[in-house]
């Protein structure tokens, strides 16, 4: 990865911006203007909220399948779920070049995300509940 930061800083030029780390405060100001989130993952994320809240956002991905990313994207629908470097390259520049593919994913994730209200989310807790063994 140090070599992909790397390069990405040198096209500042051409309009690329790598941004550090932020907190969750910084996080929904920083989704709001962004075209793409790319997150690799990490084998031992188990949720990944700052994914599924870019995705609420309409806000589509691209990501590695590890920890919980396949989760959080639907592969072809609301992002990319790359098995590579290659493809994962490869999905990125498609996203930020092909206004008819980002607008499809956006579109999608905000058909996928958003419309629940906490009556909704809480009638699926408890079904869950109820699947549950004692």
Known sequence: MVGILAR???LGAAGVRRFQPVGREGLASALLGAR???YRGDPGETFCLALAEAQAMGVPAVVRPLGST???VIDGVTGRVAKGDE???????????????????HLAALARQRGMSWDVVGARFEALAQCAPN
């Open 8 to 10: 990405a800083e040198a």
């Open 70 to 72: 396949p989760e959080r």
């Open 36 to 38: 793409v989130m790319l």
């Open 87 to 105: 493809s994962f390259a490869a999905a990125a520049v498609s996203l930020l070049r092909d206004d008819g593919l980002w607008r499809r994913w």
